[in-house]
């Protein structure tokens, strides 16, 4: 049962275009949302985060929405540069203090063509 | 921050063998979580180790256990290994149990 699902394993984006990456949910309980990035041979990084308790966070280019009735986030990447291709996972937890118990979706795969 | 390291790299093992894994902190960070990351999959949590105490458990059976020492570096032991164990496996750590977390590079675990 995957209770958090990037339905899309790929998604290819010119480069200065806009990348939206989506990402559902099925467990109301959870509280707290988190992307990461991760490249080939090194572990994830965090990217940006949002508490259920906002329907949007903001950090420089990138941008999470939080949709809480439709139980779906996505993380806008605007403008996409080269270095934004990626694998990007979308993450949940009940809290914030409890962020290691995390649930995590399977990835979708960034490719920003120049 | 960065300074997460793990060994090894790559792995190959045997059906029924055990294997060890380890993980360096980075300074100044307490807690420790493990996590399987299957291939096609995102990671899953296997444990949280905080302050050399376990601080939480995933979904995963009990032939996984792992160690925290004085220093804040870790292991993870699986006995009896499955091939359904063949996986990366991750390690990150943290300031404290609720604090962002810096991730190693991961080991490739093949099981044969």
């Known amino acids: 049962d995957q209770q958090v699902k990037q339905n899309s394993p790929s998604l290819s984006v010119q480069e200065g275009r806009i990348s939206i990456l989506n990402c559902d949910y099925t467990?109301?309980?959870?509280?707290?949302f988190l992307w990461y990035k991760k490249y080939p041979a090194e572990g994830p990084t965090f990217l940006i985060s949002?508490?259920?308790i906002k329907d949007k966070n903001e950090d420089g280019r990138f941008t999470v929405f939080l949709n809480k009735s439709a139980k779906h986030l996505s993380l806008h990447i605007v403008p996409s540069q080269p270095g934004d291709s990626a694998v990007y996972f979308c993450a949940a937890s009940g809290s914030r203090d409890s962020n290691y118990q995390l649930i995590w979706g399977a990835g979708t795969k960034l490719i920003i063509k120049p | 921050e960065t300074g997460v390291t793990q060994s090894p790299t790559h792995l190959i093992k045997t059906r029924g063998q055990q294997v060890t894994l380890r993980c360096s902190s980075q300074?100044?960070?307490?807690?420790v979580s493990w996590y399987q990351q299957a291939l096609g999959q995102g990671p899953q949590f296997i444990f949280q180790y905080y302050r050399e105490e376990e601080n939480g458990r995933g979904n995963f059976p009990p032939r996984f256990s792992g160690l925290q020492f004085p220093n804040y570096s870790s292991e993870l032991n699986v006995n009896a290994l499955e091939l359904d164990d063949s996986a990366l496996y991750l390690c990150?750590?943290?300031?404290?149990?609720?604090?962002?977390?810096?991730f190693g590079p991961g080991t490739r675990l093949t099981v044969l």
């Open positions: 949002i508490s259920s």
């Open positions: 300074s100044g960070h307490n807690t």
């Open positions: 990150a750590t943290s300031r404290d149990r609720g604090s962002e977390q810096f």
């Open positions: 467990n109301s309980m959870f509280d707290y």
